[in-house]
């Protein structure tokens, strides 16, 4: 059973800058695609980055160029440094890992941690 927890949401100015974590156990993060989501209320989870075990990044439009995504393999954790946010930015972010090979929704996902961004 893989087990995802996510850390670092919190409260941000606009324009401010917030790194999230997520640590999983066991640690399968350098062998399969992993990825942040993030949802708000009445809306669709949608997926904001993905990464790849050969380093393949994939962002979403409204992130490209202000958020990264990327993997620490010693601590086993996921990160998702997020920069210059903006309001829209505001909503509970989670962190997905999929079986390999990757088909559909991440198979496992963690509890998620909620992201506001002040105006």
């Known amino acids: 059973q893989v087990q995802l927890v996510e850390s670092g949401g919190g409260l941000v100015q606009a324009g401010g800058s917030l790194m999230l974590s997520c640590l999983a156990s066991?640690?399968?993060?350098?062998?399969?695609?992993k990825g942040w989501y993030r949802q708000t209320p009445g809306k669709e989870r949608e997926l904001v980055a993905h990464?790849?075990?050969?380093?393949?990044?994939f962002y979403a439009e409204s992130v490209t160029g202000r958020f990264a995504i990327s993997r620490d393999n010693t601590k086993g954790t996921l990160l998702l440094q997020m920069n210059n946010v903006k309001p829209e930015d505001t909503a509970m972010y989670y962190c997905g890992i999929w079986e390999m090979p990757p088909s559909g929704s991440p198979s496992y996902w963690g509890r998620g941690t909620q992201v506001t961004v002040s105006s």
């Open positions: 990464l790849s075990s050969g380093g393949q990044t």
């Open positions: 066991p640690n399968i993060f350098r062998n399969n695609l």
